[in-house]
């Protein structure tokens, strides 16, 4: 069995940085990719950044573009994501996600960590 482990989330005030850490652990897998999506209170799960294994290109929601750096550690089976700028709206749970190598959509899921921007 798979399991993706969020870390680094937090309070922060506004203008703020955290570094989120996502280590995946278990069976073995082929990755196509691994990313990062987020869900406010009352709103639906959105999507953040993703990246892809094999030549590490990333892609951003427009959101975030310009203020999130996605980036993976291959030897390690970790994803990272740093969130510099960080405005109130950026809060949410954090969910770190895998697309295996065949499957259609993201189909392992960690179980998420909030992050909280407020002064």
């Known amino acids: 069995q798979v399991q993706l482990m969020e870390t680094g989330g937090g309070v922060v005030q506004p203008g703020g940085s955290l570094r989120l850490s996502c280590s995946a652990s278990?069976?073995?897998?082929?990755?196509?990719?691994m990313g990062w999506f987020r869900q406010a209170p009352g709103k639906e799960r959105e999507f953040v950044a993703s990246?892809?294994?094999?030549?590490?290109?990333?892609y951003y929601g427009d959101s975030v573009k310009g203020r999130f750096t996605i980036s993976r550690e291959v030897v390690k089976n970790t994803i990272y994501l740093q969130m510099n700028s960080l405005k109130p709206e950026d809060t949410a749970v954090y969910f770190c996600?895998?697309?295996?190598?065949?499957?259609?959509?993201?189909?392992?899921w960690g179980q998420g960590t909030q992050v909280t921007v407020a002064s």
């Open positions: 990246i892809r294994w094999a030549n590490g290109q990333p």
């Open positions: 996600s895998a697309q295996r190598v065949g499957a259609s959509r993201y189909d392992l």
């Open positions: 278990g069976r073995p897998f082929a990755a196509h990719a």
